[in-house]
């Protein structure tokens, strides 16, 4: 995900000599600064921002690294997955200005949607700051209570497995229907990215999408008869998602 920023920051004219990376593993591209450590770091570097673009489990040993500057007055943006506010004010200190995030993976085709949530030490202009560079990767909303970004990890964080699943189920039941594979592999993915464009940019809503495609009596109607009944497609998401809801609140801790 902080591959994605990265690509999507260039995209959008962000002069590179205006970005330092912090990379132990290497691999950044070559005229982006790069460093192993922060403590190589110029010392007079003072940047509006600091990105912590890390795996959660590898949050708490590296963040307190970066107290001075957020002491300076940097924003610390985060997109590490489960990591409370709370959780980087302690490593932080209390008067750390903080964004918490939840990204998806479509940003690696700046397709995603990214959910944020300020402490109240955030200024506007740092709020702004953030937008502009989560706008680099796709869509970006806001919530002011924290605890919706369990749900919203649920939604849109693990959404996109959801719909790389449905794919799947596409084309298993084509090819139980009696397609090859390969051909019902190809009718699912382009039935699932097309219906996706098509709610992109049309005004209606899902429900009368779907209505456009269901005429009474005919094969769509059979098929969300099933999809649509007792136990089906919505009990099942509805559970899903509960379920995923749990977890990330169990793993915030």
């Known amino acids: 995900m902080g591959g994605a920023l990265l690509a999507g ?52 040993d590296v963040a307190s690294a970066y107290r001075r500057f957020t002491d300076a007055g940097a924003v610390a943006l985060s997109i590490a997955a489960g990591k409370t506010i709370a959780v ?10 903080i964004v918490r995030t939840m990204p998806n993976t479509p940003a690696a085709v700046r397709r995603g949607i990214t959910v944020a949530c300020a402490n109240p030490r955030v200024t506007a202009a740092q709020r702004a700051l953030c937008q502009d560079l989560l706008e680099a990767v796709g869509e970006v909303a806001w919530v002011d209570d ?6 919203v990890t649920a939604v849109s964080g693990s959404g996109p497995a959801y719909v790389f699943l449905l794919i799947e ?42 209505k456009n495609v269901t005429s009474p009596g005919g094969t769509t109607a059979a098929a969300l008869e099933v999809l649509m009944g007792e136990g089906g497609f919505a009990a099942l998401m509805t559970r899903a998602v509960a379920a995923a809801t749990r977890r990330s609140r169990e793993l915030a801790g």
């Open 169 to 210: 189920c596409m084309a298993e039941a084509g090819v139980a229907a009696g397609l090859p594979a390969d051909l019902a592999q190809r009718l699912a993915r382009a039935t699932v990215i097309g219906s996706g464009e098509l709610a992109r940019v049309s005004d209606e809503t899902a429900a009368q999408l779907r």
């Open 146 to 151: 924290e605890a919706l970004l369990d749900p």
């Open 88 to 97: 980087f004010e302690r490593h932080l200190g209390g008067a750390a200005a």
């Open 9 to 60: 920051w260039r995209d959008r004219g962000i002069a590179v000599s205006r970005i330092h990376v912090v990379e132990p593993a290497g691999g950044t591209p070559p005229d982006i600064a790069a460093v192993a450590s922060p403590d190589d770091l110029a010392g007079a570097l003072k940047p509006d921002v600091v990105v912590f673009a890390v795996k959660p489990q590898a949050l708490d």
